[in-house]
């Protein structure tokens, strides 16, 4: 089992920034690639971004692309996402996930998910 724990979500300007980290526990967090998903009201889960295990690859969703960026520290178990420029559609539930093969890209082949935090982007 791997237990994942999103923070940094919150209340933001359009333009502005966040950082959302996503603690894990568990099993040995380098075993995993990670990624992020958000989902708004309405709407299906999309994939924003991921990252395999090194880090050495990544990977964005086509409207995140060019403003956040997904990185990892296996060293404290956390996978952090960047997010720049933020819009009002940026507004969703975001959550980590943690998958042990698959593609990055593809909500079916994690394993393990967060919570979510909630990140509202105001205009």
């Known amino acids: 089992q791997v237990q994942l724990v999103e923070s940094g979500g919150g209340l933001v300007q359009a333009g502005g920034s966040l950082r959302l980290s996503c603690a894990a526990s568990g099993r040995t967090f380098s075993n995993y690639f990670m990624g992020w998903f958000r989902q708004a009201p309405e709407k299906g889960r999309e994939f924003v971004a991921g990252?395999?295990?090194?880090?050495?690859?990544?990977a964005y969703g086509d409207s995140v692309k060019g403003r956040f960026t997904i990185s990892r520290d296996n060293a404290k178990n956390t996978v952090y996402l960047q997010m720049n420029s933020l819009k009002p559609e940026d507004t969703a539930v975001y959550s980590c996930?943690?998958?042990?093969?698959?593609?990055?890209?593809?909500?079916?082949?994690?394993?393990?998910w967060g919570q979510g935090t909630q990140v509202t982007v105001s205009s």
């Open positions: 990252i395999t295990r090194s880090g050495s690859n990544t």
């Open positions: 996930a943690a998958g042990r093969s698959g593609r990055l890209w593809d909500r079916r082949d994690y394993d393990y």
